[in-house]
């Protein structure tokens, strides 16, 4: 995400918590507090986040120092330092919950991609995100999964053709639907095909397809595939597929597997703010 878009954001979100104040902060702390601040994890797992961090921080007041102690893709332990904020105490815990809910869903996205992206390193497998990601995070989910070492999908509908079961109802089969979007697309668009059996796998070779997505097949069913299409098309798993199953998966021989899960479901690292006495 570009600066300009995250900030614009940023911003969005800033208000939306502040609305006409922090009257907890108003309340208690006198205008000219100042304080530090130190962010800390109480788990483990993956870093991811740091720099949106000290954005929320800046933005909501440019007289903050912002030290980063940890960088994204760092492990995380118990009591590791991530950061030091130092300023005004009413600054700092405004600004507090909306910069730790960004940090701890990131680094629980990096968390989960980077499990399951080493389950499938040794079968020169890539683990890709999916278009199931959280309304107005999805630039910043896509980054954290490629944090944990996973790999980015199409970014939306309009970089990539992507043809579903519902797509190829609606146009009449497999055949039709990639005769169509050859047709439409440019030599510049890749265009992928979800398919449910060997049948339908010969009809998406058949049919020019870039990309053949195998959708919730059992692995046998998935080697049956990837000897048939035997590199005439980047092959794809795809449905229900975790760490229980995701070394079957690839095992199969398949190129890419895609996992909803790495944004949809994530659990967040647990991550702490907690200040000094107030001068």
Same mark, same amino acid.
């Given at each position: ?8 954001? *940023? @911003? ?8 006409? =104040? ?5 309340? &208690?702390?006198?205008? !000219? %507090? ?102 107005? *995070? @999805? ?8 944090? =944990? ?5 199409? &970014?939306?509908?309009? !970089? %990539? ?119």
């Amino acid at each position: 995400m570009r600066n300009f878009a995250l900030d614009d954001s *940023l @911003r969005r979100w800033l208000e939306e918590d502040i609305g006409t =104040g922090d009257l907890t902060s108003q309340a &208690l702390i006198p205008e !000219d %507090a100042v304080t530090t601040g130190l962010i800390h994890s109480k788990d483990t797992g993956i870093l991811c986040g740091v720099e949106v961090a000290r954005r929320v921080f800046q933005l909501l007041d440019p007289g903050l120092e912002f030290t980063a102690l940890a960088k994204d893709g760092d492990p995380l332990s118990y009591g590791t330092k991530i950061a030091e904020i130092r300023g005004s105490a009413r600054s700092v815990l405004t600004g507090e919950r909306l910069a730790l809910n960004l940090l701890q869903h990131l680094s629980g996205v990096a968390t989960q991609t980077r499990q399951l992206a080493d389950l499938a390193r040794p079968y020169g497998t890539r683990v890709v995100d999916t278009r199931k990601t959280t309304p107005g *995070l @999805r630039q910043l989910e896509k980054y954290a999964v490629r944090v =944990g070492g996973g790999h980015n999908h199409r &970014l939306g509908l309009y !970089d %990539a053709i992507l043809i579903k079961d519902n797509h190829i109802a609606v146009a009449g089969g497999v055949k039709e639907a990639l005769a169509r979007a050859k047709a439409y697309a440019s030599h510049m668009t890749k265009i992928e095909i979800e398919v449910e059996s060997l049948e339908q796998a010969r009809e998406a070779v058949a049919g020019g397809a870039d990309v053949i997505m195998l959708d919730n097949m059992a692995p046998e069913a998935m080697k049956e595939c990837v000897a048939m299409i035997a590199h005439r098309a980047v092959v794809e798993a795809s449905g229900g597929i975790n760490a229980a199953n995701l070394q079957a998966a690839a095992a199969a021989g398949v190129d890419v597997i895609s996992v909803g899960a790495l944004t949809h479901s994530v659990k967040a690292v647990d991550i702490s703010l907690d200040v000094g006495k107030i001068k």
